[in-house]
């Protein structure tokens, strides 16, 4: 190997850590501008969790639009300016092209036109909305097996302007008249108004309480107590102790106001006098805030994500051109990627105070590292390059996964109390997901095992051989991760509730897991298959594990309804599929193999039942 | 005896087969997949009765399709839970019989099998729960009491392995394992016939000596006449057959069994669309109908549970007609009817237990996370009373956290408005047992890999 040559090994990771360092940088206002920014570091519950308003603002803003910013006149803003515009019931919240509807149908009742990217305003269909009501309600009167894909768009396009509705009633500036009958009046109205959104859906809680006896208050129901507040006191009725204005809610009023007139001294001032109060009063559970807004600029899974096509195509390339230095500057660029997944993963530890694991989205970007760790452990172990391949392919799969499930919103909720056991998330919910990686991983090797078997010449003995033991041995990990941590479930629900084992989909998919791999290894001692047929086995493990990790979520809706062109269901029939024709493929007789020439000579099967091999014998 | 020993190997060789191993597995692996897809139409306790614990069973082709596909309405026979269970056992318990050698020999031999013995009994006695407090409520940390229990199960697992290692050396990891699966499908055998579950809905300031089962009904028939002491006949909703006629000496009349609706809803008797009759005669049945429903779905992410109704005729002794009822569980008052002169009171209830103790709500709490419906913790404040032990205790029962009391365990399992409780009371003696065998699969599964680590390793290096 040339010593020039050498150089890649080190540049290309550094390169790809410059660009991840130029990341970090967190976003600042303008000299002079509004300071949205820092108005996006204060806090906010939304879901019964403390976050800045930035990140209330980019899940809304994925949920209305799929993306984490928009466009105005063809410039990328952040997401921030549009809450900030939504929520101050400035002019510009109707213009922002934010609404993405992509069903051709619902799009003609609002009377759109098709338009790339399929995103729209407010000011486009509002004119409309009467006629879309009407369809609405014809929608939500149909049985659930009943709803096509139209109607679930309607359905969900209703929800995302509730959402939008909500984020702009909470944060209403309320206008009280002065005199007797006028106050009353009003008082009555917008007390009604605020009750009616209240009981319909939950709003943001934009006011932090003084003390322990207080709650968080969207801002429309503290500004209205405050008015209440202030009415008393000029009448000079008594004022109980706790029935002093709202420190926060003055700065607020001025803040939306001046954002709507465009006043920037008056918003700047206006926020800092509110930091300040914060700074001297501040709130439980808002110290992460400022980490959590780095966090949301810094957006480590998709630089993660971007970081594993390189590593993949690198890998490919160190194939193609057998390049030991390729091969070796992949290794080192997934380890930068490897680590900024694990920061990102520990940022979100650090953000929730929960374990890694407490929804889908998180089991994705989990098993994304268990994979690529595996992957990097195993390179180590025999550097033939298929680590790599594995991790970098399965690195992006899982981030691609989790960045489609972010867009439902918030991936840090918070748990139902049944299942706010810290102890159990951190175990039984490890342990499973763990299981999950290994059998994915096993999977993936079979799959590089089958097809470089049979549309390449590389399958050397060597590399069978290699390949045929890690599948094994990844195999016999998944089943003691899938068995103990699918018993530990069983003992959490004990405990909970006093049932092991109680047959419910959930725990049924997580069985079948076990009883698969379990499975491949007893097929393989009896001698009915060997390297070849455990390979074909490992791709039915990635089936089994799919259906367990998305497939039994699906029967509740899916099996019912509109199913199969729902997303997910789809997505997994596709990939369900794609593992069939693999296996099918790997079932070909080995005589058309490319590799046949080189493979390892098949030795004529044990007869079954012979003495088991003793355990020395991988 | 020279000549039995070849025998029983013959009979016993191919139960021991793997292939039979690696086909139940197969066998077992398309149950759970299909008893899975078929919640998306039945209750789970449905699917877990008709598909898992029982023999055989019968699958319709349906379910494997979504439900807006029409499919011929073929049925397959297949194998039930129990016979893959025993099956799985038998062939397991052969395979150690035929093939897991003993590979030590007099002495050590001896000294291995003591050790095992030792071990089996430890464990047998953790299982009936020794180390643990007779009479208490949980306390502590759900992680420490779990980590506990966990340990234990560690404990017994280590000694098992001494013995097993002495016994089979480099087999030991596996035995262990086996040893482990075995346990728990016996502890799932054990759960499936002797496992009881029912439930105690309490409002505040209430004492309660009884709990209900809402998986099964009964239809009690009540002689009030004692204020004292209700007098109360229970007939189980499992003999509330369709067409048959439920007779007993204790029974005051004779009940027919006109129709029994698994779940079912009621409707107004008086807005009934034509051709549709009435069957009831008499009682509450007269201004309102019931009609059946589809059983609750084990997929239905709001789950609920089923309310049964039934149709009812009663004889008297005589042949004489005494009126059609309809009886529902979906409304709680009892229905009155006279017979022979005396007044007997009817109702379809879920199954009732009563308990030597009782238990008094003294407070519930009930809180939620912030601008959400999501609840954050409830627990109620309960106080426990038994005579016979002269036991009287506050106890606070919450999320995660039970009281475990005379073999039973209360849960915090759901709740009725802000003033109710409803604790689920679960009876199994065997729960300990799938944290013993939890660890002894694992300490087993570890030892077996780490000896295979061991020869890898050791290949590698001398290559």
Known sequence: ?618 | MANQRPLLFTLLKPLASLRLTVAMMAISIFLVFAGTVAQVDKGIWTVVDEHFRCYFTWFHLRIFFPRSMSVPDIAFPYLGGYTIGIVLLANLLAAHAVRFKMRARGATLALGLIVLAGASVFTWLLIQGMFTKDVAATEGDASLRVLWRLIKGTGAAVALLAGCLIVFRKRAGIVLVHGGVILLLIAEFYTGYRATESQMRIPEGVTRTWTYDQRSMELAVIDPSDPATERVIAIPSSRLKPGKTVRHESLPCDIEVLDFMRNSTVVDASKLPEGVTNPATKGMGVDAMAIVRPQVSGTDPNQTSDRPSAYVRLRADDGSDLGTFMLTSIFLERQKVEIDGKQWELSLRPKRTYKPYSIELLDFVHDVYVGTDRPKDFSSYIRLRDPRRDIDREVRIWMNNPLRYDGETFYQSSYDGSKTTVLQVVRNDSWMIPYVSCMIVLVGLMTHFGFTLQGFLKRRAAS
């Not at chain 1, 400022?290 to 966090?295: K, R, T, V």
């Not at chain 1, 993936?444 to 470089?452: C, D, Q, S």
């Not at chain 1, 979520?553 to 199913?563: E, F, I, K, W």
């Not at chain 1, 693999?582 to 099967?605: D, E």
């Open chain 1, 1 to 618: 190997m040339k010593y020039s040559h050498k150089i890649w090994i080190v540049l290309i990771p550094v390169i790809a850590l410059a660009w991840v360092a130029s990341k970090a940088r967190p976003e600042t206002d303008a000299e002079g501008a509004m300071r949205v920014h820092e108005f996006g570091k204060l806090p906010v519950v939304f879901h019964g969790r403390v976050k800045p308003y930035d990140t209330l603002a980019r899940n809304s803003l994925v949920i209305l639009s799929d993306k984490q910013t928009f466009e105005v006149d063809g410039e990328k803003r952040p997401a921030i300016e549009w809450l900030l515009d939504t929520i101050s019931d400035s002019p510009a919240m109707l213009t922002h092209r934010v609404f993405r509807i992509t069903n051709l149908q619902l799009l003609e009742i609002l009377g759109l036109e098709r338009r790339k990217g399929f995103r729209y305003a407010y000011e486009e269909f509002g004119d409309r909305l009467q006629k879309f009501q009407e369809q609405y309600n014809q929608v939500r009167e149909l049985h659930p097996s009943q709803r096509d894909a139209y109607a679930s768009q309607v359905l969900e396009f209703a929800e995302k302007l509730s959402l939008f509705r909500n984020l702009g009633d909470s944060h209403l500036v309320p206008r009280i008249r002065e005199d007797d009958a006028g106050f009353a009046q009003d008082m009555t109205n917008y007390g009604g108004f605020l009750r009616q959104i209240k009981s319909g859906s939950f709003l943001p809680h934009g006011v932090p309480p003084r003390n322990a006896d207080e709650e968080w208050k969207p801002f429309l129901e503290a500004a209205l107590i405050d008015k209440i507040t202030e009415r008393s006191r000029e009448m000079g009725a008594e004022l109980q102790a706790d029935s002093t204005p709202h420190a926060a809610v003055g700065p607020m009023t001025r803040m939306l106001s001046a954002r709507k007139s465009g006043n920037v001294t008056a918003f700047n001032t206006a926020l800092g006098e509110y930091q300040n109060w914060l700074a001297a009063n501040p709130p439980e559970d808002t110290s992460r805030l400022a980490y959590e807004s780095f966090y949301n600029t810094f957006q480590p899974f998709y630089l993660a994500l971007v970081l594993y096509v390189f590593a993949a195509v690198l890998s490919c390339f160190s194939w193609l051109f057998a390049g030991p230095v390729l091969r070796r500057s992949a290794f080192w660029l997934l380890i930068v990627s490897f680590g900024v997944h694990i920061f990102a993963i520990t940022s979100r530890i650090i953000i929730s105070g929960y374990p890694p694991v407490t929804n889908l989205y998180g089991s994705a970007i989990f098993i994304g590292a268990g994979c690529v760790g595996l992957g990097l452990l195993l390179e180590r172990l025999y550097p033939l390059g298929m680590g790599n391949i594995v991790a970098a392919v399965t690195g992006f799969l899982t981030l691609l996964i989790a960045h489609f499930l972010s867009l439902d919103g918030d991936t840090l909720e918070m748990m139902q109390a049944v299942l706010d056991t810290k102890f159990w998330l951190a175990t039984h919910v490890i342990t499973v997901t763990l299981g999950y990686t290994a059998t994915y991983f096993a999977g993936g090797l079979a799959i590089l095992y089958l097809l470089r078997g049979i549309f390449t010449k590389t399958l050397t003995r060597q590399v069978a051989t290699s390949l045929g033991k890690m599948i094994y041995g990844v195999i016999a990990f998944a089943l003691l991760l899938s068995f103990v941590g699918t018993v530990l479930g069983g003992l959490w629900a004990d405990d909970s509730w006093g049932r092991f084992w109680g047959w419910d989909p959930k725990e049924n998919g997580a069985l079948i897991i076990v009883l698969w791999n379990a499975l491949v290894l007893h097929a393989r001692w009896a001698g009915l298959v060997r390297t070849r047929g455990v390979a074909v086995l490992a791709v039915g493990g990635n089936i089994v594990t799919s259906w367990s990790w998305f497939g039994v979520n699906q029967l509740g809706v899916g099996m019912h309804s509109y199913g199969f062109i729902d997303s997910v269901a789809f997505w997994l029939i596709l990939f369900v599929a794609s593992q069939l024709a693999i296996i099918g493929l790997g079932l070909l007789p080995r005589s058309i193999w490319r590799s046949q020439k080189n493979a390892v000579a098949v030795p004529p099967a044990p007869p079954a039942d012979a003495e088991l091999p003793e355990p020395t014998e991988a």
